[in-house]
C-alpha cells in the first residue's frame, strides 16, 4: 500500500510538471507569433465598388448607399483583369481604361484629412 501512495504522489507530481511545460511553451509560442505579425505588414484598406465619376485626379465610388471619394496621384497603380481562358489575369492598366459604371477595388490609405488616397486602381471584368 505504500509503495502503491508513493507511486501515486510520483504520478501526481509528474503530471503538474508536465501541465506547466505544456502551458509554459505554448505562451512561448503565441509571443513567438505575436513577434513575428509584429513584422508583417498590416492588410491593405480596399473598397470595390462602382465607378460614378472620374474627375481630373478624383475617383468617386458608390458600394450600396454609400459614396466614397479617392484621390489618385503619379504614385497610383492601375490594373485590369482580362480574362484568359478559365482565369482572369492582371495587366497594366491607366486611368484614361476607367470608365463610369465600371467595378473597380480601390487600395487606399486615409490621410491626416481622412480623405482616402488611392495606392492601386483595379479595374474589374466580371
Keep these: 500500500m505504500k509503495k502503491y501512495k508513493s507511486f501515486l504522489g510520483l504520478l501526481v507530481v509528474f503530471l503538474v510538471i508536465l501541465f506547466c511545460f505544456y502551458f509554459y511553451e505554448k505562451s512561448s509560442s503565441n509571443k513567438n507569433i505575436n513577434s513575428q505579425n509584429e513584422n508583417v505588414g498590416v492588410l ?56 463610369v459604371g465600371q467595378r473597380v477595388v480601390v487600395f487606399y490609405k486615409v490621410d491626416g484629412e481622412g480623405q482616402y488616397l488611392a495606392d492601386k486602381v483595379q479595374i474589374l471584368n466580371f
Excluded: H, R
Excluded at 48 to 64: F, P, R
Excluded at 71 to 98: M, R
Design 44 to 99: 491593405p484598406d480596399f473598397i470595390m465598388a462602382d465607378v460614378v465619376s472620374l474627375e481630373g485626379q478624383t475617383i468617386t465610388l458608390t458600394a450600396g448607399s454609400t459614396q466614397t471619394i479617392a484621390l489618385l496621384d503619379s504614385t497610383t497603380v492601375f490594373t485590369q483583369q482580362i480574362k484568359e481562358g478559365n482565369a482572369y489575369k492582371n495587366i497594366p492598366a491607366s486611368i484614361s481604361d476607367i470608365k
